[in-house]
């Protein structure tokens, strides 16, 4: 699973046309249970978008930067810009995400 | 298709249970863990009231040690959502994620219960930039903050306290002039000189350009001494209690008004045979983490007793 921080996010963002970022913590339940779906969706989408993982504690300028107060969220990104009304809140079913990432192409 | 004998779903102390009980009997039970692995205590810090515990546990601890000795007996624990259900004929169907479909001689519903909202526009307005119902998750962003916690139970207690840690300052908004808490809860609370009780406020709207910046309430909304108060924080925290997940099982199964499964008196049986209901999912009264886990343990052996008849 790729592993986005403060270091490499500007990287990706500028050398990818779609990205998604799922933004969690250790410490969160939530999290832990929304992991496998983002790793399920991140091989079927391979090549088309790029889906990682941002850890909140160890990436607070990231964090900071989409203005997350919640996590998990997921951020859907279009050429580097955070698209806000396909952000999903908290664990959702995987359906839920699917759609976002299908709407961000389209 | 595939066809499984003991179907469980949900994966907090009733489901886990649930497993535990059907994978000893040798029933090869299949358990869906849906949208919260490990149920609703994943969303709390430590659990002070289970037996065998004197020093209390992490409740993400605990959940996954229920888990693996669910596993330990041969449990098939799968990621998973149930989003469909067929129960007019036997085998029941069953839908995962809108996809997957599978057969089952026996159903264990211990799907819980989720956060409740209050209903306000500006809830959806502020989400994911100053709402939230899980405190333990999103604590991280308010530290040195101000913030204000909905509720009177023991949820909005714990969670007040939880946030006193990391916050600079935490309203309790309280419908009532009392607190539903236990005692200690309340003790808790009120000796916390971070915490400050609002009695008698319902809250009237949140606002804020970048997100939740403060929230307008009413005192004593009705009576002769009614007026508004502007509180400025910068999250807002709901701890109002908790509806069933018995949606996607209404269209067979009996539930109460308030969406509780009804179950037949003693044991965990609904009125579709085969089909057994444990936890908050069918608890409107105790709602706790031993109960859910007893009613579990009873499904699994009504299950069992179902299956050999």
């Known amino acids: ?106 | 298709m595939e066809r499984v004998k003991v179907l469980i779903i949900g994966s907090g102390p009733a489901g886990y249970t649930a497993a535990i009980y059907a994978a000893r009997a040798g029933l090869n039970p299949v358990l869906y863990e849906g949208m919260l692995s490990g149920g609703q205590l994943t969303q709390t810090t430590m659990i002070e009231n289970f037996p065998g515990y004197p020093q209390g546990v992490d409740a993400t601890q605990m959940m996954g040690e229920i888990r693996e000795q669910a596993e330990r007996f041969g449990t098939d624990v799968r990621f998973g959502v149930v989003t469909k259900v067929d129960f007019s004929a036997s085998p029941k169907k069953i839908w995962i994620d809108e996809e997957t479909e599978l057969e089952a001689d026996t159903v264990i519903i211990a799907t819980g219960a989720s956060a409740k909202y209050l209903g306000l526009p500006d809830e959806q307005k502020y989400m994911g930039e100053g709402v939230s119902a899980c405190a333990t998750c999103d604590g991280f962003f308010y530290r040195k903050k101000d913030v204000a916690v909905v509720g009177g139970g023991d949820t909005a207690c714990e969670e007040a306290s939880y946030l006193a840690g990391l916050c600079n300052k935490v309203y309790l908004i309280v419908r009532k002039p009392f607190l539903r808490a236990s005692k200690v809860m309340q003790e808790r609370v009120m000796s916390n000189p971070k915490i400050e009780v609002l009695f008698e406020h319902n809250t009237l709207g949140l606002y804020g350009e970048k997100g939740v910046e403060g929230a307008k309430l009413v005192y004593r909304k009705g009576e002769a001494d009614e007026k508004i108060v502007d509180i400025k924080i910068d999250g807002f925290f709901l701890a109002i209690g908790h509806h069933p997940n018995s949606d996607v099982f209404r269209e067979y199964v009996k539930c109460n008004e308030e969406g509780y499964i009804i179950t037949d008196g003693a044991r965990p049986t609904t009125n579709v045979p085969g089909v057994f209901a444990a936890g908050d999912v069918a608890d409107p009264l105790y709602r706790q983490a031993i109960c859910a886990a007893a009613s579990g343990c009873k499904a699994a052996m009504e299950a069992e007793k179902f299956l050999k008849n």
Not at chain 1, 16 to 44: H, M, Q, T
Not at chain 1, 45 to 66: A, M, R
Request: charged share 25%; with cysteine; hydrophobic share 40%.
């Open chain 1, 1 to 106: 699973m790729l592993q986005i921080t403060d270091t490499n996010c500007k990287e990706v963002l500028s050398s990818n046309e779609y990205v998604v970022l799922d933004f969690g913590a250790a410490w969160c339940g939530p999290c832990r249970s929304l992991a496998p779906v983002i790793e399920k969706l991140a091989k079927e989408f391979e090549g088309k978008v790029v889906i990682g993982k941002v850890d909140i504690e160890e990436s607070p300028e990231t964090t900071d930067e989409f203005g997350i107060r919640n996590v998990p969220t997921i951020q859907f990104i279009h050429n580097g810009e955070a698209m806000p009304e396909l952000k999903v809140v908290g664990a959702v079913p995987e359906s839920k995400i699917r759609a976002s990432i299908e709407k961000l192409m389209a």
